[in-house]
């Protein structure tokens, strides 16, 4: 049988909004994930926060784990249009590396998520577990630090980084610095760490051969 949208050429009403039920309930369950993280997800608490009853949301999901899986996709495209989307301004090697750092300073500093970087809060929380969550929350992370490697990787090739230098070890520190402040803003509630893991950062970037005056910019992800 033809649907809908086959025969006239239009969406089909019920599936935009089972999409946008969708989409709302799993913005809110981001947002409880990072705080509370995966595992306080349920149902029934995301039944009192997002627009539709608990029924209809297992119905959507069907179970926890199917749940926790969404979330995480939903999060990865957050994490994207935020900090991915805006540094493909730049172009690819050391500038490019340098606007995923700004705009990740930016993103967790501006609180996309309520609790500061969704990844963060999750990786924590599933680091010693076995099975599908954890198996996505490390593709995630995984994603991002190869994307990393890829510029350092680019910049060495370009000579904007030292002949020699390793783009996993690049990636590794910079990694480290980004999570560092992350973890310190909240816990201090000290917005001063983006700036400081910023000078880190160029100080890293220029001790393995980048120009200092390319890494210009501020934590606001402004060049």
């Not at 349920?42 to 209809?56: D, E, R």
């Not at 995984?142 to 070890?169: C, I, K």
């Amino acid at each position: 049988m033809e649907t809908v949208a086959a025969v006239t050429g239009r969406p089909d009403g019920r599936r935009v909004r089972g999409d946008r039920t969708r989409r709302a309930v799993l913005d809110a369950a981001v947002q409880d994930a990072s705080v509370r993280g995966l595992d306080a997800l349920s149902f029934g608490t995301l039944a009192a926060v997002a627009p539709v009853n608990k029924s209809a949301i297992a119905g959507l999901f069907r179970s926890k784990e199917l749940l926790q899986l969404a979330a995480v996709e939903r999060a990865r495209e957050i994490f994207v249009e935020h900090v991915v989307v805006p540094a493909r301004a730049a172009r690819p090697g050391l500038p490019r590396l340098w606007a995923l750092l700004l705009a990740w300073t930016a993103y967790s500093r501006a609180r996309v998520f309520r609790g500061g970087c969704f990844f963060r809060t999750v990786e924590v929380e599933f680091d010693m577990r076995e099975g599908a969550v954890r198996d996505a929350v490390v593709a995630a992370q995984r994603d991002w630090e190869s994307y990393l490697v890829d510029h350092a990787r680019r910049a060495v090739d370009a000579g904007e980084l030292a002949p020699g230098t390793d783009p996993e070890q690049v990636a590794f520190e910079v990694v480290a610095v980004l999570n560092a402040a992350n973890d310190r803003s909240l816990l201090l509630a000290d917005e001063g760490v983006y700036d400081r893991a910023l000078t880190t950062a160029r100080t890293l970037l220029t001790a393995h051969g980048a120009a200092a005056g390319t890494l210009v910019g501020d934590t606001a992800g402004r060049v």
